[in-house]
């Protein structure tokens, strides 16, 4: 039986790519599209999908890709009533949840509750919402399958391992486009500077978090929910290659890693066809011409963003939303030629003292602190 996915955020690179794998196989019906205000990519996804139910985030842009659409007779609904019906459609199966921001918090939950799996590309999700989201997969036995690559790496060493015990995860990092400069030498770093990725193609925010090893230190905290391990049992490591996208070692000492491309089509795919495996066209791994695979300690000094994750993690509570609401709103001012790169993790460090510490929030709490990060913010910056 044909599976039917909704995607949201499918103009977005995550989102696209998974319209690729999708394209490739033909054997999913895409029931659901929804998008910030790509509209112009959108309505090109429309006429070639054909899905049921479209959401936009903007009223305005909705309204325009109604009367753009209008010979399709598909229902275009907005903001976060509109990604809340397309979470609960009845002919979901799947949801993609490849939006970017804690906006994906209350989507999810509704889609677990409402007994669909979940492809997750949301970081957000699970660092501010985890003690939230996973017990609650667990009550409605749904899968939450990950999209990221590293954490997509993990999950595929874990297979076939039920019941052995794990000793540590290693999230592999590239290091970014400024591995090995001092901090006097990022001073200066221009926007366009920190947005060329070594190894990754990305959108724009996740390109910067990359360069910060902020990106990483989600990958940290989503990894402590995903794999139910202790933080002490998670360690980062800088390798330059991005050919090993992550490992898991073992309590008898084997450490078993998943190796590959640069290519998120290939951790999309597996999310989608879990425990199945399919044919992907695009560049195999060459050992032979790849040649050394390097291992370096991550520079906890120079790229605080880091350890300030781990500290976020350590505090609990409602302490990761402020890491995240503080980032998420710091690598938009750098983008906007605001403020200067370094000042990045001074943000974050600045706003997880400043917001009031909350031991169990629920998500009005968790949105609360997004929202109390911001004035912050907004009132020192």
């Known amino acids: 039986m044909m599976k039917k996915i909704a995607v949201l955020g499918s103009t977005g690179s995550i989102g696209t790519q998974t319209l690729s794998v999708i394209e490739e196989h033909r054997d999913f019906e ?23 139910l479209v959401a936009v985030w903007e009223e305005k842009a909705a309204a325009q890709l109604k009367l753009s659409t209008a010979d399709l007779n598909i229902p275009v609904v907005c903001g976060m009533d509109g990604l809340m019906e397309i979470a609960v459609f009845s002919e979901v199966d799947i949801l993609v949840t490849a939006i970017v921001g804690m906006v994906g918090i209350r989507p999810s939950i509704a889609a677990i509750s409402a007994g669909k799996d979940i492809a997750l590309a949301n970081k957000e999700t699970l660092v501010t919402a985890g003690h939230l ?31 052995n015990k794990v000793k540590k995860l290693y999230l592999t990092a590239s290091g970014g486009p400024f591995r090995g400069r001092t901090k006097e030498e990022l001073r200066h770093v221009r926007v366009e ?19 910060t090893l902020v990106n990483k230190g989600l990958e940290v905290m989503e990894a402590r929910w995903l794999f139910d391990v202790k933080l002490e049992q998670i360690e980062v490591l800088v390798h330059p290659q991005s050919v090993v996208h992550s490992a898991v ?58 350890p300030l994750a781990f500290t976020a993690m350590q ?36 706003a997880m003292e400043e917001c009031r510490f909350i031991e169990h929030p629920g998500v009005d709490e968790i949105l609360a602190t997004e929202q109390e990060a911001y004035e912050f913010i907004g009132s020192r910056w």
């Open 30 to 52: 895409v029931v659901a599209l929804a998008c910030g205000g790509n509209t112009e990519l959108l309505e090109k996804q429309m006429r070639r999908w054909k899905p049921k």
């Open 133 to 163: 989201i996973m017990p609650l997969a667990k009550e409605h036995g749904i899968s939450i399958l990950p999209v990221d690559s590293e954490h997509s790496a993990i999950f595929q060493c874990l297979q076939g391992n039920k019941g």
């Open 193 to 211: 500077d920190a947005l060329k990725h070594p190894n990754w193609s990305m959108g724009r925010k996740i390109t910067i978090d990359s360069s």
């Open 249 to 306: 070692e073992y309590e008898d000492g084997a450490v078993i890693a998943q190796l590959g491309t640069p290519d998120m089509r290939l951790p999309i795919q597996y999310a989608l066809y879990y425990p199945k495996r399919r044919s992907l066209s695009g560049e195999r791994l060459n050992l032979f011409a790849q040649g050394a695979l390097t291992f370096e300690q991550p520079d906890m000094e120079t790229f605080r963003g880091l």
């Open 315 to 350: 505090r609990g509570g409602n302490i990761p939303t402020a890491y995240n609401a503080a980032n998420e709103r710091a690598v938009a001012m750098f983008l906007d030629h605001k403020i200067s790169y370094l000042e990045i993790p001074e943000i974050i460090e600045a």
